[in-house]
Nanobody, 115 residues
Framework: QVQLVESGGGLVQPGGSLRLSCAASGSIFRILDMGWYRQAPGKQRELVAATTSGDKTNYADSVKGRFTISRDNAQNTVYLQMNSLKPEDTAVYYC?????????WGQGTQVIVSS
């Protein structure tokens, strides 16, 4: 079993910042990709940012220049630094970890951007 524990969500004003963390533990085989997805009410889940085992990164156009994804391979942890947050960033953010044998999802952490 693999557990993903997310933290860092919350309520923030427009223009503010948050940092999400996701730590993987348990029967972890080799981790390939780590990433963050989000799902706003009434919308489909979408990719926000992802990073490969070779440290390549990929971002949704809507967050480029504002969000930064990083990972600590020694701690099996992925981070999402979110700056200049906008109301349209409001969503439940899910951590996603792909290993050589399976893909795992976190339970989600709520981010609300509102004044």
């Amino acid at each position: 079993q693999v557990q993903l524990v997310e933290s860092g969500g919350g309520l923030v004003q427009p223009g503010g910042s948050l940092r999400l963390s996701c730590a993987a533990s348990g029967s972890i085989f080799r981790i390939l990709d780590m990433g963050w997805y989000r799902q706003a009410p009434g919308k489909q889940r979408e990719l926000v940012a992802a990073t490969t085992s070779g440290d390549k990164t990929n971002y949704a156009d809507s967050v480029k220049g504002r969000f930064t994804i990083s990972r600590d391979n020694a701690q099996n942890t992925v981070y999402l630094q979110m700056n200049s947050l906008k109301p349209e960033d409001t969503a439940v953010y899910y951590c996603n970890v792909r290993t050589t044998v399976a893909t795992h999802w976190g339970q989600g952490t709520q981010v609300i951007v509102s004044s």
